[in-house]
């Protein structure tokens, strides 16, 4: 399907988005939309509905093991935790990069992790990196396994939390977690 089309049907969404927001508002409908895009379950949804609509079916294969992603993440000197994760402390700069396809929810500053962005993968994880320097991608960007999402120029601390299927990772877990995900 062309670029055009993808265009032409995400303004289709977002206009109905909005129109069915402001039916609601006026008491002429009573399905309260907000309900439905906050949870990872219905972003889930969403997100499939719309791949098979604009992305052409591929040949179905089973992966039997993940491919890593070539990344220094696990080149860090210390780890503490620190707000819900864990603080990586690192001796040289580094990129972040996607460990899967996956979708930028968050990229802003947080007062506890300061430069913080955060991804949804498509295997139902969402990954939260703060104190970064640079941010290369934007919010509600498509991203590709291997893509580089921001960048940790300066060496120190990097905020890590990671939560797969609603549940936050603990200090082991993140660590094999890591270890199945990125090589160094």
């Known amino acids: 399907m062309s670029k055009k089309w993808k265009w032409i049907g995400a303004g ?5 988005v909005l129109v069915v927001n402001h039916l609601q508002e006026n008491g002429q409908i009573n399905m309260d939309l907000k309900k439905i895009v906050y949870s990872s379950e219905d972003l889930t949804f969403m997100r499939n509905v719309l ?12 992966a039997v093991s993940t491919d890593a992603v070539d990344n220094k993440l696990l080149s860090f000197i210390a780890v503490k935790p620190y707000n819900d994760g864990y603080l990586l402390t690192f001796e040289q700069a580094l990129p972040i990069v996607a460990i899967e396809n996956g979708l930028v929810v968050y990229t802003g500053h947080n007062t506890h992790t300061g430069k913080t962005i955060s991804v949804f993968y498509e295997n139902n994880t969402t990954v939260t990196y703060g104190f970064v ?7 509600y960007t498509s991203v590709d396994k291997g893509q580089t999402i921001a960048n940790k120029e300066n060496v120190g601390d990097l905020y890590i939390q990671i ?10 877990e993140t660590i094999k977690w890591m270890r199945e995900y990125v090589q160094s």
């Open 163 to 172: 939560e797969t299927n609603g549940k936050r990772l603990n200090l082991d």
């Open 12 to 16: 289709i969404l977002c206009i109905s």
């Open 51 to 62: 791949r098979e609509v604009f992305v052409p079916e591929e040949d179905p294969t089973i």
């Open 133 to 139: 320097d640079a941010f290369t991608t934007l919010p």
